[in-house]
């Protein structure tokens, strides 16, 4: 069954990000001129999804407006500015009705957020993007997945390898290696000890799930953390089906950390010739007082 809709949430506090994120949602931070949900709407519209299911939640209408058509702002472009700006501001907004809203009243944890898409996904497998999980990747890492989705048919989680004294931080899988990249799970915990944790493979914000997730999500089983994780509905439903591994290609950036931020930031402002030229002499600079 072909992968159609992609579930984003974004109801989540940010409170990493505090005071930035007081009034402004975390996904709207921008990696140079770009915000980081529009890395991963784009990264899902290039993967063939048809549908946009944005979980949203308190202080986040400035999404809902990035994705909106602007005429004001169009109008004034028009011919004053550079033409690449005013094209830019409009490849933002996909066709009308391809972006479906709801909102998670209450920031109960991820797998309630997603769980409130329940009844707009239906009973179809469908995507999961965590837009502060931005992956730099030649094909886009959903794309990858939804190719392994179509070989094994069964939920498919992205997954990593993080240094040991960081599996606290990440849900963790117990697996079989079954091919170069793919892997059947065995067994998920979220945010273990690195003591307790079954590997150093984690689960990074990319997910194709059967809709049979919903009915364990449902059961509002608080875990880690107080909140309604992912990770334990899917320990659930493995009981009864097949999850997969993947560890995609592309290099990923934590941008839910203020570290990883800067280093999407820096790296994804090196790669623009016109922002390179005139940075890569101040790192320099930077790094030698750093040295001395
Ligand atoms: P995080 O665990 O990064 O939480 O959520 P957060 O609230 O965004 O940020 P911090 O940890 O307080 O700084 C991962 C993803 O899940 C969403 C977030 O918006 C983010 O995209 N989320 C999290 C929800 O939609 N609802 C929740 O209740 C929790």
Redesign the pocket.
Known sequence: MKIRKAVF?????????LPATKSIP??MLPIVDKPLIQYAVEEALNSGIEQIVF?TGKRKTALEDHFDFDFELEDMLQGKYKKDILESIKRVVPETGTIIYTR?NV????G??IWCARDIVGHEPFAVI???DLIRADKPVLSQMMDVYEEYQASIVAVMEVAPEETDKYGIIDSEKVGERVSRIRGLVEKPDPQDAPSNMAIIGRYILEPEVFNFLGKKKFGAGG?IQLTDAMEMLLKEKKIMGYNFEGKRFDC?DKAGFQMANIEYAMDRKDIRDRLKPFLEEILTLCKS
Do not use: N, S, W, Y
């Open positions: 949430p974004v109801a989540g506090m940010g409170t990493r990000f975390k996904e979980v998670q920031p109960l944890g991820l309630h957020a965590l837009a502060d909140e839910g």
